[in-house]
């Protein structure tokens, strides 16, 4: 294990003597990141936008492709490759025992045309595709595997050793969240224990989340929600509206507070509910407007029930903004 004190990077970790090459794969609603890893370390990562075009097969074979790049970069043969660890948002269903993608930013079939995406896709086909092409395939939710890198070198460790009663979460296109208590990392049935960004938490008409739902939590706060919200406002996109507040703009302020009150409150119903002790936070939207964020999102929770959230802690993740790359890691490594 390794402190906090010493950061592990991927530039510097190490496989065991013996390991066999590893493929890493971070799949969001924007984006797909392949990593392969050899003893010496990470020596090849592409990325490239996520595949929501063609059959809904598209992402799987996106991502056999990508395997194949970082393989050849990195001068390893694709049959050396035994493991490969998956980090993707959710949710998932099993077809099988095999999961597929019900992904809100990926299946334009599950809340219809009005979300944009250019599929009709009701779920995408992600284990099979890669069982086939590989010895061994681990699927987790991307905040599963986040939790278990914050756990194993990031911001909920101490002194090397993983917190017992702990959370990660992401804001990011989506809101994702893992979570760990009595030492246990929650999976569900399905493996979608902690799926919190599709909480009911208001009825805006105007927040139209990927799942269908209008309302929850991610429909409200999400990256992609920013722009379907708030452009007619004159804010195109999550930066605009950023630097807009920054530049003092009173109405972008006003947002942006109302925003943090929503995921603020999100939080706290995760440590009043679990009993955290920690929650380390990531994603884009987080990770680029951190110092501005962080204070107001625990100016949310300050105060309410101190019984229990006195003893709470909401820090940034340690890993930063390879939280999802070290994710897939931490599913093989």
């Known amino acids: 294990m390794t402190s906090t004190t010493s950061p592990v990077t991927l530039d510097n970790f190490r496989l065991a003597a013996g390991s066999a090459p590893l493929a890493c794969v971070d799949i969001g609603g924007t984006k797909v990141a392949v990593s392969l890893v050899k003893r010496q370390g990470v020596h ?22 990508l395997i194949g790049q970082t393989a050849q970069a990195a001068g390893v043969a694709l049959s050396a490759i035994e493991r490969v660890g998956v980090a993707c948002c959710g949710p998932f269903v099993l077809k099988t025992g095999l999961v597929e993608l019900a992904a809100p930013n990926i299946c334009g079939g599950l809340a219809g045309q ?12 992600l284990e099979a595709p890669l069982r086939a092409a590989f010895k061994q395939v681990r699927v987790e939710n991307d905040g599963i595997g986040a939790l278990e890198a914050e756990r194993r070198w990031g911001a909920l460790q101490v002194n090397g050793v993983p917190m017992s009663h702990c959370a990660y979460v992401t804001w990011s296109t989506g809101i994702g969240t893992g979570l760990c208590v009595d030492g246990h990392v929650l999976r569900g049935k399905n493996g979608n224990a902690g799926h919190a960004g599709h909480l009911f938490v208001s009825d805006n008409a105007d927040a139209l989340c990927g799942c269908g739902n209008v309302g929850d939590v991610e429909g409200l706060v999400a990256g992609n929600a920013l722009a379907r919200r708030f452009a007619a406002q004159g804010y195109a996109d999550a930066a605009a509206l950023f630097e807009a507040a920054y530049a003092g703009d009173a109405s972008a302020t006003a947002i942006i507070d109302e925003l943090c009150r929503v995921l603020g409150r999100m939080l706290y119903n995760l440590i009043v509910t679990l009993d955290l002790q920690r929650i380390s936070l990531g994603g884009s939207v987080y990770w680029h407007h951190r110092d501005y964020l962080l204070p107001r999102l625990r100016a949310v929770v300050r105060g309410k029930l101190p019984p229990l959230t006195d003893g709470c802690d909401i820090v940034s993740a340690g890993l930063g903004e390879r939280v999802g790359d070290f994710g897939a890691l931490a599913l093989v490594a």
């Open 114 to 125: 009005a979300r944009g995406l250019p599929n009709d896709w009701q779920t995408a086909l």
């Open 44 to 65: 090849a990562r592409v990325v490239e936008p996520t595949a929501t075009q063609g059959s809904n097969d598209a992402l799987a074979h996106q991502i056999i492709r």
